[in-house]
């Protein structure tokens, strides 16, 4: 067994523990959990699955398919190698990593807590950050492919030394140069700082106030917190309840040590209170407004003159928000960034002894994933639903769904679905400043029970593909839980006519201007947005074919309204700006889907015309499509270094959507996937797909399989109607 000073000086590809002995588990909800096998007997009783050995980079030994002579021949072929993926449940797992702001947290939480982890959990961890050490300098960023930051260096750094590396092994004294360079822990963002100060290697003083006591506040103030996204507002239920108590782990050596690393001058010299808006320039995106700083400097008068009664309340009321927030979610919360705070504050108020703590510790794996270069955290505790949704209408669509072969997997996806979907409204539901639940589908699992209005839409879709366009399927879902679904879908339309993530826009767009974390851009309220507005739009168009009776004006006004929106927000150069995937590929892809749904393509919409002529202006020589997660920061097209297949299948999917009457784009597209395609059918994973809040890149693994599938079947068809058969 490896011991920290055992541990290699450089990013390795060898794992730290023994690959053959890693399963993730396979639960009817799917859940996520990968469970070390000590003993020979375990082993034999769990022999791995072929999604354990490819998610650990492992052969599957999946013989070479003939190559493809058509597209769908290679749709055929992919969905052939992803069929072996499908865990018995239903769903396909996959890894949900990319922030690098996540695992700290789950480190730092883990550690004042006194929550231990497994040594080859703590091994594969280091590993992972070892591996995510940026090559140029050593440091960490926001994410994966993001330059070095102080928040990013300063909590990796943090991290390591609490998993056991020390100060002197090469990657922790380059790093610590490279945090020094960037201006120390003190120029880290805001959230680096509250993690810091829960360490207690960061000073209180050195935080702009965060007052749990703004929730006893008139809900009708414009800023009152149930106002903001809901993600802002559940990360600062747990944060305002640490800081209102200034929780503290006890000092220890590491402790000790750490407030000499972390710094660029003694840590007893740091004037804290001129800290709090010190943030290095590598961090920020969203600098401080002047309303912030006047709210910041307020608000700090009043810490110096707390009335304690008050601060009381406002801490028990945050407490009790915590505690139906955990009861809610069976533990798992809204992220993993509320997770690891609601798992501090529990621990706070109740001890190690208590249920609450129990659970939580069992419900933490749930968000950790072992991929090839190590040990992450995830950004949900999965993307179970997103997946699933994706591949299993890609398939009804193309027709390959009615393969022999494939029908089983299409029954146990449908049974997943149906298992996945949330019946009731939260336990607590009006007191926790929710919204309905009652029918949706949420991102992950229904035990994070979470609506979202675009998984919804998708969970719905899939299910009315699976149940009324295929004869071999059986009727899971009735009638009822999909009216439960439609009437979800439809509180959720804003006054512009669009859909935002998992509520109405409850706030004005000017509480942007009170945005405390300088990495994230639009992060207070909720905004609308194409791709969700997309999802809704689709999935009420495809509802109202097959129950043409249900609320009938209710929804032709609602898919009316919504694309005007998206006329609306169309940009200048005809493209749609995305929030959750990169970028102008992916939100035109759906933006087009939507239009094409009421009649408007190529030949009868200008504003399809004009999205073509965009998406057709961006392709590449080679017949694809790559954008840079940098396009996401300023909204303005960045070219990748490479070209992408998901960001080519998306384009190529939008074309079709808005029947491009030229070929040429879309076969050049196919020519260009199906060349990228393995001879065992998969495709190599490429750059990052996902992103959020503007900075925040994200891995959505399994694209990479759902829309190049969808896109080669759909091409199939586009080709041969326009008389190409084969390419
Ligand atoms: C997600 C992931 C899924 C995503 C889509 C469904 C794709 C989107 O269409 C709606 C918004 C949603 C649900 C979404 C919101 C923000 C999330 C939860 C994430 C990008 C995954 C991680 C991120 C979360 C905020 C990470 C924790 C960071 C904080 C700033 C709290």
């Known amino acids: 067994m490896w011991t920290p000073l055992d541990i290699p000086a450089s990013p390795t590809k ?62 055929r072929n992919g969905y052939s190698f992803y069929r072996k993926l499908q865990s018995n449940g239903g769903h396909w797992a996959g890894e949900y990593g990319g922030p690098m702001f996540l695992l700290p947290g789950l480190v730092i939480g883990s550690y004042v807590t006194g929550m231990t982890f497994l040594e080859e959990e703590r091994l594969e ?20 492919e993001g330059h070095s930051t102080a928040m990013g260096t300063a909590l990796n750094y943090a991290a390591l030394r609490l998993l056991g590396v020390p100060a002197e092994h090469p990657v922790v004294v380059r790093a610590r140069a490279t945090l020094h360079k960037l201006g120390g822990a003190a120029a880290s963002a805001s959230w680096g700082k509250f993690w810091l100060s829960v ?18 506040l008139p809900k009708w103030l414009p800023f009152h917190p149930s106002r903001w996204w809901i993600h802002t507002r559940t990360v600062y239920v747990p944060m305002s309840y640490l800081y209102g108590v200034r929780f503290k782990a006890a000092e220890d050596p590491l402790i000790l040590a750490l407030r000499e690393e972390l710094y660029t001058q003694a840590y007893d010299t740091i004037d804290w209170p001129a800290q709090r808006n010190n943030v290095s320039e590598a961090d920020l995106h969203s600098p401080h407004s002047k309303l912030f700083d006047l709210f910041a400097v307020i608000l700090g008068a009043y810490e110096q003159c707390t009335i304690p009664p008050l601060r009381n309340t406002g801490v028990e009321y945050a407490y009790r928000l915590i505690v139906y927030e955990d009861e809610n979610t069976g533990y798992q919360t809204l992220g993993p960034v509320s997770k690891m705070m609601n798992v501090v504050a529990r621990f706070h108020a109740e001890g190690l002894e208590s249920d609450a703590y129990k659970r939580h510790e069992e419900k933490r794996r749930d968000f950790m994933w072992l991929a090839t270069e190590g040990m992450m955290m995830c950004g949900t505790n999965g993307s179970q639903l997103w997946d699933i949704g994706f591949i299993t209408q890609a398939l009804v669509e193309t027709g390959l769904a009615n393969d022999e072969d494939n029908k089983p997997s299409l029954i146990k996806a449908l049974q997943w679905l149906d298992r996945c979907q949330i019946r009731e409204n939260p336990k607590h539901f009006e007191v926790s400043n929710r919204h309905r639940t009652k029918g949706a589908w949420p991102f992950s699992t229904k035990e994070q029970g979470y609506t979202v209005s675009d998984c919804t839409g998708e969970g719905l879709k899939s299910v009315l593909y699976l149940q009324t366009q295929l004869e071999f399927t059986p009727t899971l879902v009735s009638d009822d839980r999909l009216f439960d679904a439609v009437d979800t879908l439809l509180t959720m339309q804003n006054r512009d006519g669009g859909f935002a993530s998992y509520e109405l826009v409850r706030g004005s767009s000017w509480l942007e201007l009170l945005n405390p974390a300088e990495v994230f851009g639009r992060i207070m309220i909720e905004y609308e947005y194409p791709e969700c507005t997309t999802s809704v739009i689709t999935s009420l168009s495809i509802f109202r074919k097959h129950y043409p009776n249900y609320r009938v004006k209710e929804i032709a006004k609602t898919i009316q309204r919504a694309i005007t929106f998206l006329h609306a927000i169309q940009q200048p ?13 992916y939100a035109t892809m759906f933006a087009l889907e939507s239009l094409s749904l009421v009649g408007e393509t190529y030949e009868t919409s200008q504003s399809a015309r004009r999205a073509c002529d965009f998406l057709v202006s961006k392709q590449r020589a080679d017949g694809g499509w790559g954008e840079s997660y940098k396009t996401c920061e300023a909204c ?16 190529a999917m939008a074309l079709m959507y808005a029947k491009y009457p030229h070929r040429e784009p879309i076969a050049k597209a196919v020519a260009l996937v199906m060349s990228r395609q393995l001879p065992d059918g998969s495709w190599a994973q490429e750059a990052i797909e996902g992103i959020f809040n503007r900075t925040c890149a994200i891995s959505y693994p399994n694209f990479k399989f759902s829309f190049t599938i969808w896109m080669l079947g759909k091409a199939q068809k586009y080709l041969e109607q326009r008389g190409v058969l084969t390419l």
């Open 636 to 651: 303005v097209w960045v070219e990748h270094d490479n070209t992408q297949v998901v960001q080519t299948s998306w384009a």
């Open 125 to 144: 961890m280091i590993r992972y950050l070892f591996n995510h050490a940026h090559p140029d300098d050593g440091g960490w960023g926001l994410h994966i």
């Open 573 to 585: 150069e005809g493209g749609w700006v995305g929030s959750w995937g990169i970028c102008f590929t």
């Open 14 to 75: 060898q794992p730290f523990t023994d690959y053959s002995r890693w399963r993730l588990r396979d639960t009817d909800d799917g859940r996520h959990v990968w469970d070390f096998l000590k003993t020979d007997e375990e082993l034999e009783a769990r022999p791995p699955s072929n999604a354990d050995r490819y998610w650990l980079g492992l052969p599957l030994n999946s013989p070479p398919f003939p190559s493809a002579k058509s597209p769908l021949d290679a749709a």
């Open 199 to 216: 360490l207690n290697v960061y000073d209180w003083e050195g935080n702009n106030p965060i007052p749990p006591e703004l929730w006893l």
